[in-house]
């Protein structure tokens, strides 16, 4: 019942990053992408910024950075370096963001969070 519990409010959490993103200019060319190695949770482009990002809900703004961890980080980046050619212009930027969703606050958009 947990894992149920959690998916859900996984999907919630990617909605609400969804909706944040396109207010800001965004186009969400993907949700919930996945391949062998990883999975990305939005896929988005803003210009030629082309964006992998892991989205994490948490009660408090400290659990949400918590959650993302350099093992998260990196099937992330497994993902992302497996479907970039499918998304990718030439002359793309080409990144992996972090969106935390905390109750009670606005979203909050980290850019280029994994270094590899």
Known sequence: MNR?????????????AAWWLRLHGWRILA???RVPGGEVDIIARRGSTL????????STAEAAAFALDRYRLRRV??????????YMRAG???????????PGRLPRHLPDVWQG
């Open 51 to 58: 964006a992998f990002i892991e989205v994490k809900a948490r």
């Open 92 to 102: 793309d930027d080409v990144r992996i963001d972090a969106l935390f969703i905390v």
């Open 77 to 86: 980046a497994v993902a992302a370096e497996r479907l970039a050619p499918r």
């Open 31 to 33: 949700r919930r992408a």
């Open 4 to 16: 149920r519990r959690a998916e859900k409010r996984g999907r919630g959490a990617e909605t609400i």
